[in-house]
């Protein structure tokens, strides 16, 4: 599976986002999907997933104002996640991740990182 993100950039506080990721590949092996962030100095942190089925679960700091969505397409999957209301405390590189079955659990496939700058 190879995931390509795109559409960060820099916007002011209050403005808004949408990142995408495309998935290519083996995506008929993927069981759900994702969006991480990692700012300067901390751990990379989960913010949003959505299953197969749609189903989509949300960190507290990034609720009501984050939304994931993907559409399937034959061999491509597009994953977004719509940014809006955003904060300085948001400014980190947001990685698209999919996770497929494996022996002991899931395999993370992750795309290349975007970059998110918000300013105050």
């Known amino acids: 599976v190879q995931l390509q993100a795109s559409g960060g950039g820099l916007v002011q506080a209050g403005g808004s986002l949408r990142l995408s990721c495309v998935a290519s590949?083996?995506?008929?092996?993927?069981?759900?999907m994702g969006w991480y962030r990692q700012a300067p100095g901390k751990e990379r942190e989960l913010i949003a997933t959505?299953?197969?089925?749609?189903?989509?679960?949300?960190a507290d700091s990034v609720k009501g104002r984050f939304t994931i969505s993907r559409d399937n397409a034959k061999n491509t999957v597009y994953l977004h996640l719509q940014m809006d209301s955003l904060e300085p405390e948001d400014t980190a590189v947001y990685y698209c991740?999919?996770?497929?079955?494996?022996?002991?659990?899931?395999?993370?496939?992750w795309g290349q990182g975007t970059q998110v700058t918000v300013s105050s």
């Open positions: 991740n999919a996770q497929r079955p494996a022996r002991g659990g899931n395999y993370d496939y």
């Open positions: 590949g083996s995506i008929v092996s993927i069981n759900g």
């Open positions: 959505i299953t197969n089925d749609g189903i989509t679960n949300y």
